[in-house]
């Protein structure tokens, strides 16, 4: 562990070494560092996406309808698809819970925010910010998640999408993952800018950040509306050739990856196994603004809203304004 700093503000736990962007968008190119960044430990590939491909391969063959039966809307397929990823959300925001904050592990060992989780306070549903974020999650976000994906294997199944089977192009199949990745990556950051337009955040990303201090099931804890945005990643699979594995890594990394990056610490945790937190959006939720996309692209610093920690240390992200707080249930102080 390095050593770090508390802010004076909440005592909040922030790292000593700066916010750095992936190494990919930078000159003269780094490539020892971009490959310890693509094949290290917490980089690009382990562990985390490597799960996502893994999860979506097995569920192509295991897990889903195929697209014969997939040309009728039926509750059997539909319904396995809706457990499936029920089931998929609890092993992966439940799992990451269950070692941070119900066995405690780390204990607050690199944990941004001093305090646990809330309980008792009014501005959550039940009165228990695990509960209203579990709520949320699998209520609302497997609901809309399943139904993006039954579009999709319907439009499969019934020609309406364009297809790339392995056989039509193997090179092209592949790349596709990671024009996926950086495609989402994008969505994101745009998506996220909109949700943070007046409108769209007092009638729904207003609920998503009541989680000022963030814990795993508060990744996908958020207002349908929201997750209707949030998922719909998946629109280029609309207008690009794709197979239904690349559809599924797509969703299944949108919908799962934000429980190891909501868990509210930083870096390698429990002895160094389980590469979890981001310092770089655990920001966004504690001060609102700036930070709106992920640090692999750096979209934050080519359009300026680019934080690099509290508003005292922030080179020009705007500052939250009383109505966050308001929204959030949170005191300012």
């Given at each position: 562990m390095t050593t770090a700093q508390r802010s004076e503000r909440r005592r909040d736990w922030i790292p000593d070494e700066p916010i750095d962007f992936a190494p990919i968008f930078v000159w003269p190119p780094q490539p020892r560092k971009l490959a310890k960044y693509l094949f290290g430990w917490g980089g690009f590939l382990w562990p985390w996406r490597a799960i996502w491909l893994g999860l979506a391969i097995g569920s192509w063959y295991w897990l889903s309808p195929d697209l014969a039966q997939a040309r009728n809307l039926e509750v059997g397929w539909i319904a396995t698809i809706f457990v499936r990823n029920l089931v998929f959300i609890w092993l992966v925001a439940g799992g990451i819970h269950l070692l941070l904050y119900t066995l405690r592990l780390q204990g607050k060992d690199l944990k941004h925010d001093p305090r646990w989780l809330f309980e008792g306070r009014r501005t959550f549903l039940f009165k228990s910010q695990?509960?209203?974020?579990?709520?949320?999650?699998?209520?609302?976000?497997?609901?809309?998640?399943?139904?993006?994906?039954?579009?999709?294997?319907?439009?499969?199944?019934?020609?309406?999408?364009?297809?790339?089977?392995?056989?039509?192009?193997?090179?092209?199949?592949?790349?596709?993952?990671?024009?996926?990745?950086?495609?989402?990556?994008i969505h994101f950051y745009f998506t996220h800018r909109l949700l943070h337009t007046k409108p769209l955040y007092r009638s729904a990303h207003y609920l998503h950040h009541k989680n000022t201090n963030p814990g795993p099931w508060s990744g996908m804890a958020m207002h349908p509306l929201e997750h209707l945005i949030y998922l719909s990643s998946v629109v280029i699979h609309f207008v690009v050739a794709s197979h239904p594995v690349h559809m599924m890594f797509n969703i299944f990394e949108t919908a799962l990856a934000p429980a190891h990056g909501h868990t509210g610490f930083h870096g390698k945790t429990v002895k160094g196994k389980l590469p979890v937190g981001d310092y770089f959006h655990w920001l966004h939720h504690r001060y609102f603004e700036g930070n709106y996309g992920e640090n692999v692209i750096p979209l934050d610093r080519w359009f300026g809203t680019f934080r690099d920690g509290p508003p005292d240390g922030s080179p020009g992200a705007p500052l939250p304004t009383e109505r966050h707080y308001q929204l959030a249930g949170e005191d300012p102080r």
């Open positions: 695990v509960r209203d974020n579990v709520f949320w999650s699998c209520v609302s976000g497997v609901t809309i998640w399943t139904a993006w994906e039954v579009l999709f294997f319907y439009g499969y199944a019934h020609g309406w999408i364009p297809y790339l089977g392995w056989s039509d192009n193997p090179v092209l199949f592949v790349l596709l993952f990671v024009v996926v990745v950086f495609f989402r990556k």
